[in-house]
């Protein structure tokens, strides 16, 4: 008994703003959860569930906003991989944190209308990522010239090749193909190529078909989101850039700084999907 009066007076009760990607986790009933990756400015949860997102990040404003975030205005307690939590009734109970959610924002924000020229102009000025993790690797290849030609075998047996490769939290062929899902999506609406828009469908419903036994939770995670058109900042303003919402130059400097490759693997799949919307926004 007096451990949990213990444990109830040193409570830390927050608020935080969450992704509405993982409004569908936060409010179901309370599930338990465990931490999968701790960092000074964010811990991954991975909540025992059959929803997707399965794996939750608790972040502070240090680290990057991936598209399954909540967003604290305080520090995160010190925890562990493997320690245990809570998720759910709109909370997240952590350590001695408690997190309510209070706030909502959009991973997925619409872009304006743009028409081909001038997505041409803005395309020319996007330049090759510096030090993607797969430079030269053959599925690459296939992906980019099978979107660009409107071929669907050819797109979808590369992006099968390209899900899990490559080490880390999020391997390097995820995060291509997280890049190229979200702009076929949103740019190829901004465009009115609906073919583009077609291909992402097509292309979502196979890296989420198994992503859970193929690559590592949380990039099964980001590929759902992706597979909705849901993404980090980062990639929206790009997004954004190339239709002339906002400055190109810098976003495309923030987006390659992220992680080690994760941010020039993001703007290569980028590059793959606007070269893919040019080429099917056009004459059959």
Known sequence: MTVSTHARRTRVHVTGAASTAVRPVLESPRRPARVL??????????????????????????????????LLAGP???VTVGD?????????ELGPLSLGVRRWWDPAPPLGRIDRARLEQAAA?????????LAGNG????????????????AVTAAEQLMGLGPGLTPSGDDVLAGL?????????????????????????????DARTRTTPLSATLLHCAARGESSPEVSAV?????????????????????????????QGVAIGVTAVLALSGPR
């Not at 909540?47 to 997707?52: A, F, Q």
């Not at 000025?125 to 993790?133: E, V």
């Not at 599925?139 to 050819?154: D, I, P, Q, T, Y």
């Open 37 to 70: 990756a701790a960092f000074p400015a964010g811990v991954y949860l991975e909540v025992r569930t059959d929803l997707e997102p399965s794996v939750i990040a608790v972040i502070t404003g240090a680290a990057t906003r991936l598209p399954n975030s909540v």
């Open 76 to 78: 995160l307690p010190g």
């Open 84 to 92: 245990e939590a809570s998720v759910g009734d709109r909370s997240i």
């Open 125 to 133: 000025r996007l330049g090759d990522p510096p030090r993607p993790g």
């Open 139 to 154: 599925a690459v290849e296939l992906l980019a010239g099978s979107c660009a030609k409107g071929r669907l075998l050819g």
């Open 181 to 209: 899902l979200v702009t076929l999506r949103h740019l190829g609406a901004a465009a009115g190529a609906d073919r583009a828009v077609w291909l992402a469908d097509w292309l979502a419903a196979t890296v989420t078909f």
């Open 239 to 267: 997004l954004r850039g190339l239709t002339g919402g906002q400055a190109l130059e810098p976003a495309l400097r923030r987006l390659h700084g992220l992680g080690h490759t994760s941010g020039s693997d993001l703007a």
